[in-house]
């Protein structure tokens, strides 16, 4: 499947406002080259001289549904650093994540999110969990994954589940307050 800033799925296709369904586990051999080129995608959609070449727009995570493919499936590579400020990757190729416990505390982009599928930029907080449980299926490792993600990966992570159930990140901007004093929130 070739996927590009093209044929990406943008928010102006009502498809992306559809539900994404589980996928039968094991994987399908079909379901695991999805994966695979969605992780690509993502991988190579940073390297400046693939992502000119090939017409790719900056990711840290792709969901199938962006594809205009309603499986529960999505693809995640976001850099960070750990609690003791080293340089950390946390990549994730995953069927049927879904979120098991969520922090009282919130988390929130100082800049706002950005999307695939999404052409102009919507300024405002995205108010999210600043950790998340999350429990999957991930064909990286071949096995079924718990991650306990905070932060910046807490953010991509509930993006992207979001999308399984046609939400755009946008839909949690309060546009008459669009940046509102969040108590104790995690501000990344
Ligand atoms: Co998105």
Redesign the pocket.
């Known amino acids: 499947m070739l996927i590009n800033n093209d044929t990406i799925v943008k928010d102006n296709d009502p498809i992306i406002r559809e539900k994404s369904l589980p996928v039968a586990l094991p994987l399908s051999e079909e379901d695991k080259q999805l994966l695979r080129e969605m992780y690509q995608y993502v991988h190579d959609s940073t390297d400046p001289e693939l992502s000119e070449k090939y017409n790719l727009r900056p990711a840290v ?1 792709i ?1 199938a549904i ?1 594809l205009g493919i309603k499986k529960q499936l999505t693809a995640v590579i976001v850099h960070d650093v750990d609690k003791d400020k080293n340089d950390i990757t946390y990549e994730y190729m995953l069927a049927n994540p879904r979120i098991v416990s969520s922090s009282v505390q919130r988390a929130y982009l100082e800049g706002g999110e950005g ?3 999404v052409k102009e930029d919507h300024s405002g907080y995205v108010v999210r969990a600043a950790r998340v449980k999350v429990k999957g299926y991930d064909l990286i490792t071949d096995s079924e994954i718990t991650i306990r993600a905070r932060g910046y990966l807490a953010i991509v992570l509930q ?2 589940l979001d ?1 399984f159930s046609g939400i ?2 946008y839909d949690h901007i309060d546009k008459d307050n669009p940046t509102p004093e969040i108590k104790d929130a995690l501000v990344i």
């Open positions: 995570g969901s962006q999307c695939l599928s993006h992207e999308h755009l990140y």
